[in-house]
Nanobody
Framework: QVQLVESGGGLVQAGGSLRLTCAAS????????MGWYRQAPGKQRELVAA???????NYADSVKGRFTISRDNAENTVYLQMNSLKPEDTAVYYC?????????????????????WGQGTQVTVSS
């Protein structure tokens, strides 16, 4: 019932800029945190930037000073502004959201927190 839709990816030359958008199907206040991950071919998925429900932000060292994560609560949207792009930034970028509420799993008698992912958007930076 929760959907995350990314947009804004594309092809850009080194030094250029892109702005990624993640639109959620419900209020982002229902999420404990939201963020952006990326995965390049043959590489593990890595955290790029995150923002908590309280507005605190966290960035990977490789993008600090170049990328900025922000949100628009009224529009249920999170953004990633990417400046001074480098070829090493080339990857599929995924939006992520973690539920603020936990769910009881009857079969295992345990509690869990759902983790949602968007379909991804391709970012390609040429030399």
């Amino acid at each position: 019932q929760v959907q995350l839709v990314e947009s804004g990816g594309g092809l850009v030359q080194a030094g250029g800029s892109l702005r990624l958008t993640c639109a959620a199907s419900k209020t982002i206040f229902s999420f404990n945190a939201m963020g952006w991950y990326r995965q390049a071919p043959g590489k593990q998925r890595e955290l790029v930037a995150a923002i908590t429900s309280g507005g605190n932000t966290n960035y990977a060292d490789s993008v600090k000073g170049r990328f900025t994560i922000s949100r628009d609560n009224a529009e249920n949207t999170v953004y990633l502004q990417m400046n001074s792009l480098k070829p090493e930034d080339t990857a599929v970028y995924y939006c992520n959201a973690k539920d603020a509420l936990i769910t009881y799993v009857v079969s295992t008698k345990t509690w869990s927190r759902k983790d949602y992912w968007g379909q991804g958007t391709q970012v390609t930076v040429s030399s």
